[in-house]
């Protein structure tokens, strides 16, 4: 390493690394409109496409290149959150659920809606600060308690075992290898996730686009273990250390709004460049792709819909330890059985809730919506 970077604060390198990630993945997803909602309506549809391919593409290759960093002793995921000893069965379930829900309403995760505000979408920006306000209410505020009962209704503590890491627990259970058995449940992940890639890829005719989202998707996918090594190694300080984490943006974006507001008691982090980094990234490809544009609602309806939409996923991604980025891609990189559990359920929950949609309940709401927010899918 050259003298001037080896004379670097760690504080430097973990503050550089987050806005190095978040711009990478305002760019990234700005370009391929990376988005779980709508990777599930083209599956719903039964046209998988471009939205599938890249989520696919993301998760298997956050997956495994976090497991073979681990594997070669660089990062040590157990010090993760995701990974803690104990598994709140219950809150994560439900709260996965809720954000599944909330994502459908609001048409999208708060990753997407940065992206989306980036371009000047006011349904966006309103979205993320009712987002943002929820979850800090979630975390420190008034609802704190609602969520820690929730947490104390039904937990499964995994002190017998290493961590709450699928292969881990089921070495207790089965006394196997917990090596063997990461290497046997990486293979069966990217078996399913390389067969939804190839079905996709063959539902698009092969075409160049569709490679362009797989590329898209596969540096989303790396961005994962690029912000383990930032925050586990480069930005790692014994003098002031700090949490290891990846992407996630639930908790972030209340904490960068509490940042905004109390500016001069509080300091930067992690979390808070990446929500800075991803609005800046996405906003200089929408700048440069002359993609700037003012959208707000039509109805008072709509508007209700959104915020509605916006305070369950703050609610429940506090819950579920994450948002589809936190919980989907950063959590289940570390094979965890609760980030297995929570995407699972947002999965469950979006599903449901897109099925109401196409029976027609909320038909007056979906009518409203002006044509714009064909970019929200």
């Known amino acids: 390493m050259p003298e001037s970077l080896a004379n670097l604060e760690p504080r430097t390198f973990l503050l550089c690394g987050a806005l190095l990630v978040g711009l990478s ?34 998760l298997l290759t956050a997956v495994s290149a976090s497991q073979l960093l681990t594997a070669s002793g660089g990062i040590d995921l157990t010090e993760s959150l995701y990974l803690a000893a104990r598994v709140n069965l219950v809150s994560i379930a439900l709260g996965g659920l809720l954000f599944g829900v909330g994502m459908v309403l609001a048409r999208g995760c708060g990753g997407r809606h940065l992206v989306l505000a980036s371009g000047g979408n006011l349904r966006s920006w309103l979205v993320l600060t009712t987002l943002a306000l929820v979850a800090y209410a979630t975390l420190r505020g008034i609802l704190a308690p609602l969520r820690l009962w929730l947490d104390g209704l039904l937990s499964l503590e995994v002190e017998a075992a290493a961590s709450q890491a699928v292969p881990d627990l089921l070495a207790v259970s089965t006394g196997l290898d917990a090596g063997s058995l990461t290497l046997a449940l990486v293979a069966l992940l990217a078996v399913g996730l390389a067969a939804v ?32 090594v930032v925050t586990g190694l480069l930005g790692a300080d014994d003098f002031d250390p700090v949490p290891l984490e990846a992407l996630t943006f639930t908790a972030p974006v209340g904490d960068a709004l509490q940042y905004l507001m109390t500016y001069t008691g509080a300091s930067l982090d992690f979390g808070i460049l990446v929500v800075g980094g991803t609005l800046l990234g996405a906003a200089t490809l929408a700048v440069l792709r002359r993609d700037v544009r003012l959208e707000a609602f039509a109805t008072p309806g709509q508007l209700l819909r959104y915020l509605s939409g916006a305070a369950l996923m703050g609610f429940g991604g506090v819950l579920a330890l994450g948002c589809t980025i936190g919980a989907g891609l950063s959590g289940v990189s570390t094979l965890s059985l609760g980030s297995m559990i929570a995407l699972g359920a947002m999965v469950t929950g979006a599903c449901a809730a897109l099925a109401v949609e196409a029976g027609g309940l909320p038909r007056a709401a979906a009518s409203a919506e002006p044509a714009s927010a064909a970019a929200d899918r």
């Not at 996709?200 to 383990?228: F, K, N, Q, T």
């Open 25 to 58: 993945f305002g760019l990234l997803g700005r370009a391929s409109g990376f988005c779980l909602r709508s990777a599930l309506i083209e599956f719903r549809l039964r046209r998988p496409g471009r939205r599938a391919i890249a989520w696919a593409a993301a």
């Open 197 to 228: 890639l190839l079905h996709a890829l063959r539902a698009e005719a092969w075409r160049a686009a569709a490679w362009g989202h797989l590329a898209a998707g596969v540096g989303i996918g790396l961005l994962i273990p690029l912000a383990w």
